[in-house]
């Protein structure tokens, strides 16, 4: 578990937001949830937070959850490409309208 609130704070970023998650991360397509905890599954977003945090450098990530494990992922993908991104379109024009 990689935990960035301590340099973020630091900081100053992202004082304002009252709401966290866990994300796992992986080594293979997963297909099932078995021992897995967190909130969400991916496996880039770990490496980067690995990294961030060895150059002591705050790491915030923004994911759109787009499939759920073992119900046909690849195809509830595809399908929810667009919403994908409008719900990140939005997310960030909030953002930048509340800096």
Known sequence: RIDSS???????????????????TGDS???????IEGDVVDME??????????????????????DVIGQNSVKHWEDRLEDARAGLSHFFNVLKESI
């Open 29 to 35: 397509f997963l297909t099932e949830l078995t021992d």
């Open 45 to 66: 977003a770990y490496a980067q937070a690995f990294v961030c945090r060895a150059k002591e450098i705050p790491f915030i990530s923004v994911k759109y959850v787009s």
């Open 6 to 24: 301590e340099l973020l704070a630091a900081r100053g970023f992202c004082q304002h937001w009252t709401e966290s998650a866990t994300c796992n």
